[in-house]
């Protein structure tokens, strides 16, 4: 089993930035892809961002140039920096682990974006 634990979310202004971090703990392969999928009231959850342990990214394009996804390895973390945030961006922001074709879900963290 893995389990994922999601921190950092939270409000923020519009224009602004905030940081969410996510720390994955039990059976974890080397192997493995991390990522962050988010959802907004009534919106299909989509996904933002995605890095494998070999460092391939891929990002949704709609956060592309204003949001960097990152990760050690060594820590089994997967990061995720956002800025030029717009209110657009709400949603709760879920971790992901996928590995040996099974994919892991975080309980989300709640990002708002708001004047």
């Known amino acids: 089993q893995v389990q994922l634990v999601e921190s950092g979310g939270g409000l923020v202004q519009p224009g602004g930035s905030l940081s969410i971090s996510c720390a994955a703990s039990?059976?974890?392969?080397?192997?493995?892809?991390m990522g962050w999928y988010r959802q907004a009231p009534g919106v299909q959850r989509e996904l933002v961002a995605v890095i494998n342990s070999g460092g391939s990214i891929n990002y949704a394009d709609s956060v592309k140039g204003r949001f960097t996804i990152s990760r050690d390895n060594a820590k089994n973390t997967v990061h995720l920096q956002m800025n030029s945030l717009k209110p657009g961006d709400t949603a709760v922001y879920y971790c992901t682990l996928s590995q040996r074709a099974f994919v892991y879900w975080g309980q989300g963290t709640l990002v708002t974006v708001s004047s």
């Open positions: 039990g059976s974890i392969f080397s192997m493995n892809a």
